[in-house]
């Protein structure tokens, strides 16, 4: 999970997305349009599908989106508990 790079992009059509390359690189990308808050959680969103290997799991999207909103929010709680 060290290997990534977060970049904001101005007219990305959702609030985030993350990609592979094919050296194993990933790429989040996430939209400048919103606030930085919002833009935080929103990394720790995508972050959360790289923790959780969904980039090479085949399976639900929906599920997959659900259990990335549900570590992401844990991870939102700790951090705002320090």
């Known amino acids: 999970m060290d290997d990534y790079t977060v970049r904001l992009i101005d ?8 990609m592979e390359s094919p050296d194993g690189h990933a790429n989040i990308y996430i939209s400048a349009r919103l606030t930085e808050e919002r833009q935080k959680r ?7 599908h790289l923790r959780c290997g969904h980039l090479h799991k085949e399976g639900s999207v929906e599920e997959m989106e ?8 844990i991870s939102a709680k700790k951090i705002s508990n320090r």
């Open 42 to 48: 929103v990394t720790l969103h995508e972050l959360e």
């Open 11 to 18: 007219d990305l059509p959702c609030d985030g997305m993350i």
């Open 66 to 73: 659900k259990e990335a909103d549900e570590k992401s929010a």
